[in-house]
């Protein structure tokens, strides 16, 4: 027995999202624009960093939001160069599957770009990240 069709497969709803996305993208954007993450109360606290005091893998990743909007790519990669370095990679893979028409190419864009081997990959690195900017 085959599995149904993914949701996004649905017309109607492709539009949605290819309307809504880029909308929730501008003003996530203009959000991470206006507000200073270093004195706003307007962004979230790290609960593992306030639990154990040790930075996770993500900590660092509204500041950097906060620099990649204002183009201070430097300062970003300051704050979270994992966060940073995957952006694209996580942009690239939301376009592919949300984007791309259903068919032989996404299937085999999927299948070697965001495989098995991309899976370990990430959890490799996001594991040595943790660790490593932790001992620093």
Excluded at 51 to 64: E, F, I, M
């Amino acid at each position: 027995m085959s599995s149904p069709p993914p949701i996004y497969a649905n017309p109607r709803l492709r539009r949605i999202l290819l309307i809504a996305g880029p909308l929730l993208l501008i003003a996530g954007g203009l959000y991470f624009y206006f507000q200073d993450p270093y004195s706003d109360k307007g962004f979230l606290a790290c609960p593992i960093k306030f639990a154990t005091g040790y930075d996770c893998p993500g900590c660092g990743g509204q500041r950097a939001s906060h620099h990649l909007v204002h183009l201070r790519i430097g300062e970003a990669l300051r704050e979270n160069w994992l966060f940073v370095l995957g952006l694209p990679y996580i942009l690239l893979g939301l376009t592919v599957e949300y984007i791309l028409p259903i068919g032989s190419r996404r299937t085999w864009f999927r299948t070697y770009v965001f495989g098995r081997v991309a899976i370990f990959t990430a959890l490799f690195l996001i594991i040595g990240w943790w660790i490593l900017r932790n001992l620093i």
